[in-house]
C-alpha cells in the first residue's frame, strides 16, 4: 500500500488518500513533469491471487485505462495515465474537487425534478461521446457522478468498470466501509447482473437507476417508477429502466425527454445574420426582494409599476429591431419586444409590461402586479459572480421563514464569467410596496455576468405556483440578454 509522499514511477507523488472503497484507495497526487494536481487511484489487488490471475488483471486495468484516455469531453474525468509500480497498478485521472451525487443526496436529499434533469443529461452527453468512440462505460452510479465546486458535473471512472464487477473484488476491502449501500451491483442492468455484457443499453439504464436516486433518494427496485416519482420524470423513467434491452429507449430519446424539463441554461452566442428568431412567452407573475452585493445593490425593488400582454416577437438580429417589430402570436403567449438602454445594454422584455427606471436598475412589471423582471448594470470590474451571489444569499436568509437553495453555481457564459441562484422563500412580512404577500412561497432565478467593464444582475421571480409555466420565459430572457460591451452599434437607417 502506498504511503503520503511516495514517488510513483518517477513522475506521481502521493499526497494525501482521499478515500478507499472496493478496488483500492483514492490518492490526491501531483504530476511534478506537469506541475499540476491529478487524482491517484492504486488498485489493491487481494492477496490471495494467483500469478496468472494477477497478470490477468494489471493487463486488464491497462486496457481499459489506455481506452478511457483516449476520451477527451468537457463532462467526462480525463483519464491521464496507467503506471505500474512494483506489484501495483495505478491510474492516474483529472483531480475534481467535488461531492459525488450520492454524497449530496444523502446529505441534502432528494433533488428538484428539473436539477436532476439536468444533471441526468449532462451525464448523458458524457456516456453518448464515449459510446460514439465505442467504449461503454460500465459501471454509471451515484457515486461516479461528480457535481464539482466550479459547477460542472463529470462522469468518473471511465476505465475502471472492469474492477468493480470483477469476482476478485466482490467484497468491499473495509467491512461496513464507504462502499456499502453504493455498490456498482444496485445500479447494474438486470442483464447486466445476469453475466452479461457492458453495452450501450446497460449503461442508460444504470443512468436511470442514479436518476432515479437523485429524486426519491433510493435506487430503483425493479418494480417500474415508484409513485414518488415526480410525474415530468415518469416517462423517461420508465423508458430507461425497462428490463428488457430492446425495450429500453435510446440516448437522443431520453436527452429529448429530460431537455423538457431542465432548467434554464447559460445564454448561447446570438447569431448575427440572415433568418429570424421567434420568442415565445406565457403568463408570469414575480416579486423582487432588497438585496445588495459587495458594496453594490443586486436588486432595489418597490413601487414597480404594472401592466399585462399576451403575445409573441419575431426578430431579426442582423439588424437594429423596433420594438414594434412583432408578428401575430399564437393563442396564450406573451410578446416580447427589444428594449435597448441608454447605457448601452439590451434585453428582450415583455411587451406590454411598464417599465419603471430607478436609481439602481430597470424593472418590468405585469398587469396584476405580481410578474416583474428586473436588470441592473453597473459600471463595476473584476466582480466574482459566485462570490456575489453567496453574499446576497445571506442577506436573504434572516428575511425568510422558509428557504430552499436549488442551485448556486458559477456557469460558462459567452460574455463572461457568471453564476446562478435559484432558490425559493417565504418572506417573514407582507409587503405591498415590494408586492409580497405573507405566507406565499416564491421562486426566484437571478443570474450575475461579469465583463471586463460592467457587472450585470438579471431577476426573474413568481409564486413558487407558477414557476412551471413561467420557465419558458426565462430560458429565452436570459438567451437574448447582451450586455453593454457586446450589443451591436445600430447601423444608419
Same mark, same amino acid.
Given at each position: 500500500?502506498g504511503?503520503?509522499?511516495?514517488?510513483?514511477?518517477?513522475?506521481?507523488?502521493?499526497?494525501r488518500?482521499l478515500?478507499h472503497?472496493r478496488?483500492?484507495?483514492?490518492?490526491e497526487?501531483?504530476?511534478?513533469?506537469?506541475d499540476?494536481p491529478?487524482a491517484?487511484?492504486?488498485?489493491?489487488?487481494?492477496?490471495?491471487?494467483?500469478?496468472?490471475a494477477?497478470?490477468r488483471?494489471?493487463q486488464?486495468?491497462?486496457?481499459?485505462a489506455?481506452?478511457?484516455?483516449r476520451?477527451?469531453h468537457p463532462?467526462?474525468a480525463?483519464?491521464?495515465d496507467v503506471?505500474?509500480?512494483?506489484?501495483?497498478?495505478?491510474?492516474?485521472?483529472?483531480?475534481?474537487p467535488s461531492r459525488?451525487?450520492?454524497?449530496v443526496?444523502?446529505?441534502?436529499g432528494? +433533488?428538484p425534478?428539473?436539477? /436532476? @434533469?439536468?444533471?441526468?443529461r !449532462?451525464?448523458?452527453?458524457a %456516456?453518448?461521446?464515449?459510446? *460514439?468512440?465505442?467504449?461503454?462505460?460500465?459501471d454509471v452510479?451515484?457515486a461516479?457522478?461528480?457535481l464539482?465546486h466550479?459547477g460542472?458535473?463529470?462522469l468518473?471512472?471511465?476505465?475502471?468498470s472492469?474492477?468493480?464487477?470483477?469476482?476478485?473484488?466482490a467484497?468491499d476491502p473495509v467491512?461496513g466501509?464507504?462502499?456499502?449501500?453504493?455498490?456498482?451491483e444496485t445500479? +447494474?442492468?438486470p442483464e447486466? /447482473? @445476469?453475466g452479461?455484457p457492458? !453495452?450501450v443499453?446497460?449503461? %442508460?439504464?444504470s443512468?436511470g *437507476?442514479t436518476l432515479?436516486l437523485a429524486v426519491?433518494g433510493r435506487?430503483p427496485?425493479?418494480?417500474?417508477?415508484p409513485e414518488?416519482v415526480?410525474?415530468?420524470?415518469?416517462g423517461?423513467?420508465?423508458g430507461?429502466?425497462?428490463?428488457?434491452?430492446?425495450?429500453r429507449?435510446?440516448?437522443?430519446t431520453a436527452d429529448?425527454?429530460?431537455?423538457e424539463?431542465?432548467p434554464?441554461?447559460?445564454?448561447?452566442p446570438v447569431?448575427?445574420?440572415?433568418?429570424?428568431?421567434r420568442?415565445?412567452?406565457?403568463?408570469?407573475? *414575480?416579486?423582487l426582494?432588497?438585496?445588495?452585493v459587495g458594496?453594490?445593490a443586486?436588486?432595489?425593488p418597490?413601487?414597480?409599476s404594472?401592466?399585462?400582454?399576451?403575445?409573441?416577437v419575431?426578430?431579426?438580429?442582423s439588424?437594429p429591431v423596433?420594438?414594434?417589430?412583432?408578428?401575430?402570436?399564437?393563442?396564450?403567449?406573451?410578446?416580447?419586444?427589444?428594449h435597448t438602454?441608454?447605457?448601452?445594454?439590451?434585453?428582450?422584455?415583455?411587451r406590454?409590461?411598464t417599465?419603471?427606471?430607478?436609481?439602481?436598475?430597470?424593472s418590468w412589471r405585469?398587469r396584476?402586479?405580481?410578474?416583474a423582471?428586473?436588470?441592473?448594470?453597473?459600471?463595476?470590474r473584476g466582480?466574482?459572480?459566485?462570490?456575489?451571489l453567496?453574499e446576497?444569499?445571506?442577506i436573504?436568509?434572516?428575511?425568510?421563514?422558509?428557504y430552499?437553495?436549488?442551485?448556486l453555481?458559477?456557469?460558462?457564459?459567452?460574455?463572461?464569467?457568471?453564476?446562478?441562484?435559484?432558490?425559493t422563500?417565504t418572506?417573514?412580512?407582507?409587503s405591498?410596496?415590494?408586492?409580497l404577500?405573507?405566507g406565499?412561497e416564491?421562486?426566484?432565478y437571478?443570474?450575475?455576468?461579469?465583463?471586463?467593464?460592467?457587472?450585470?444582475?438579471?431577476?426573474?421571480t413568481t409564486?413558487?405556483?407558477?414557476?412551471d409555466?413561467?420557465?419558458?420565459?426565462l430560458v429565452?430572457?436570459?438567451?437574448l440578454?447582451?450586455p453593454?460591451?457586446?450589443?451591436p452599434?445600430?447601423?444608419a437607417a
Amino acid at each position: 500500500m502506498g504511503t503520503a509522499g511516495q514517488l510513483i514511477v518517477r513522475r506521481y507523488r502521493l499526497v494525501r488518500a482521499l478515500g478507499h472503497g472496493r478496488t483500492g484507495l483514492v490518492w490526491e497526487g501531483r504530476d511534478t513533469l506537469l506541475d499540476r494536481p491529478v487524482a491517484i487511484r492504486e488498485v489493491l489487488l487481494p492477496p490471495d491471487l494467483g500469478e496468472t490471475a494477477r497478470l490477468r488483471l494489471v493487463q486488464r486495468v491497462s486496457r481499459e485505462a489506455r481506452q478511457a484516455e483516449r476520451l477527451r469531453h468537457p463532462h467526462i474525468a480525463a483519464v491521464y495515465d496507467v503506471a505500474e509500480e512494483g506489484d501495483t497498478p495505478y491510474v492516474v485521472t483529472e483531480l475534481v474537487p467535488s461531492r459525488s451525487l450520492d454524497g449530496v443526496v444523502s446529505g441534502d436529499g432528494p +433533488l428538484p425534478p428539473a436539477e /436532476a @434533469a439536468r444533471i441526468a443529461r !449532462t451525464v448523458l452527453s458524457a %456516456l453518448t461521446h464515449a459510446h *460514439a468512440a465505442g467504449v461503454r462505460h460500465g459501471d454509471v452510479r451515484p457515486a461516479n457522478v461528480l457535481l464539482a465546486h466550479d459547477g460542472r458535473v463529470l462522469l468518473a471512472d471511465f476505465g475502471m468498470s472492469m474492477l468493480a464487477t470483477d469476482p476478485a473484488f466482490a467484497r468491499d476491502p473495509v467491512p461496513g466501509g464507504p462502499s456499502a449501500g453504493r455498490g456498482t451491483e444496485t445500479y +447494474l442492468a438486470p442483464e447486466r /447482473a @445476469a453475466g452479461g455484457p457492458r !453495452t450501450v443499453a446497460a449503461d %442508460l439504464w444504470s443512468l436511470g *437507476a442514479t436518476l432515479h436516486l437523485a429524486v426519491t433518494g433510493r435506487p430503483p427496485t425493479g418494480q417500474g417508477p415508484p409513485e414518488e416519482v415526480p410525474g415530468e420524470l415518469r416517462g423517461v423513467l420508465t423508458g430507461l429502466l425497462a428490463r428488457e434491452p430492446r425495450r429500453r429507449i435510446d440516448a437522443e430519446t431520453a436527452d429529448r425527454l429530460l431537455a423538457e424539463i431542465e432548467p434554464p441554461a447559460p445564454p448561447q452566442p446570438v447569431r448575427r445574420g440572415p433568418g429570424r428568431t421567434r420568442l415565445f412567452i406565457g403568463v408570469a407573475a *414575480a416579486v423582487l426582494i432588497a438585496c445588495a452585493v459587495g458594496g453594490w445593490a443586486v436588486l432595489r425593488p418597490g413601487g414597480e409599476s404594472r401592466a399585462g400582454a399576451r403575445a409573441v416577437v419575431s426578430v431579426t438580429p442582423s439588424a437594429p429591431v423596433s420594438p414594434s417589430a412583432v408578428v401575430s402570436p399564437p393563442t396564450g403567449r406573451l410578446k416580447l419586444k427589444w428594449h435597448t438602454s441608454d447605457a448601452g445594454w439590451r434585453a428582450g422584455v415583455p411587451r406590454g409590461w411598464t417599465r419603471e427606471e430607478r436609481p439602481y436598475s430597470t424593472s418590468w412589471r405585469s398587469r396584476d402586479g405580481g410578474a416583474a423582471f428586473t436588470i441592473e448594470v453597473t459600471a463595476q470590474r473584476g466582480t466574482d459572480p459566485l462570490a456575489a451571489l453567496g453574499e446576497a444569499e445571506e442577506i436573504l436568509r434572516p428575511s425568510a421563514t422558509t428557504y430552499r437553495k436549488l442551485r448556486l453555481r458559477a456557469v460558462t457564459g459567452e460574455h463572461g464569467p457568471s453564476a446562478d441562484w435559484e432558490f425559493t422563500w417565504t418572506p417573514r412580512k407582507a409587503s405591498a410596496r415590494d408586492h409580497l404577500a405573507k405566507g406565499v412561497e416564491y421562486h426566484q432565478y437571478r443570474r450575475v455576468i461579469s465583463t471586463g467593464t460592467t457587472t450585470s444582475v438579471l431577476t426573474w421571480t413568481t409564486p413558487a405556483a407558477d414557476w412551471d409555466a413561467l420557465r419558458p420565459t426565462l430560458v429565452r430572457v436570459l438567451a437574448l440578454f447582451q450586455p453593454p460591451s457586446l450589443v451591436p452599434t445600430p447601423s444608419a437607417a
